[in-house]
Nanobody, 120 residues
Framework: VQLQASGGGLVQPGVSLRLSCAAS????????MSWFRQAPGKEREFVAV????????YYADSVKGRFTISRDNAKNTMYLQMNSLKPEDTAIYYC??????????????WGQGTQVTVSS
């Protein structure tokens, strides 16, 4: 599956942003989908994951209660609604397809990333 992330931008602290990840191919519904992020000088870290059906989700503690992952299988698209953004959320955000996991090695397909910058 090929993935295309979009929706990033430069925003002020406290505002909201929604990322999208569009998938090509007919196998989208067979994959769990996730978001990871990578800040400058840091390793890529897990943000959120959603099961193939959308019935199960899991979040990193740092975003729990602020971010919401969702998917629309009819549109082959996954989303990340980010509320109450903080400067520490600044990173390149990557979407990935794989199994229901928090580890980068469990995801075989990655999007190109979209930059999110939170700054006043």
């Amino acid at each position: 599956v090929q993935l295309q992330a979009s929706g990033g931008g430069l925003v002020q602290p406290g505002v909201s942003l929604r990322l999208s990840c569009a998938a090509s191919g007919r196998t989208f519904t067979t994959y769990a989908m996730s978001w990871f992020r990578q800040a400058p000088g840091k390793e890529r870290e897990f943000v959120a994951v959603i099961s193939w059906s959308g019935g199960s989700t899991y979040y990193a503690d740092s975003v729990k209660g602020r971010f919401t992952i969702s998917r629309d299988n009819a549109k082959n698209t996954m989303y990340l609604q980010m509320n109450s953004l903080k400067p520490e959320d600044t990173a390149i955000y990557y979407c990935a397809a794989g199994v229901f996991s928090v580890y980068t090695t469990d995801f075989g397909s990655w999007g190109q990333g979209t930059q999110v910058t939170v700054s006043s």
